[in-house]
């Protein structure tokens, strides 16, 4: 079992920063994705961005250029660079955990984005 805990959300005003954090632990294979996803208010929910463990990474098309996502395998932990946020980055947003075949999520961290 794998265990997730995320941090870093909070209130920020258009055109600011915040920066996520999300902490595995548990057992844990040296193959594995991290990530990020989110749900807005009435919204499914929606892919941020990833990582492997060996590095590759893939966002969404909305968040290109302004989030960068890292992970420090040493730590078992991922991070979510957000800069640039705009009001419709208001979200809940989740930690995304994938290990041979199964997904777990972190129990989500409120971002919004407000003046």
């Known amino acids: 079992q794998v265990q997730l805990v995320e941090s870093g959300g909070g209130l920020v005003q258009p055109g600011g920063s915040l920066r996520l954090s999300c902490a595995a632990s548990g057992t844990i294979f040296t193959a594995n994705t991290m990530g990020w996803y989110r749900q807005a208010p009435g919204k499914q929910r929606e892919l941020v961005a990833t990582?492997?463990?060996?590095?590759?990474?893939n966002y969404a098309d909305s968040v290109k250029g302004r989030f960068t996502i890292s992970r420090d395998n040493a730590k078992n932990t991922v991070y979510l660079q957000m800069n640039s946020l705009k009001p419709a980055d208001t979200a809940v947003y989740y930690c995304?955990?994938?290990?041979?075949?199964?997904?777990?999520w972190g129990q989500g961290t409120q971002v919004t984005v407000s003046s």
């Open positions: 990582i492997t463990s060996y590095g590759f990474t």
């Open positions: 995304y955990w994938l290990q041979v075949g199964v997904e777990k």
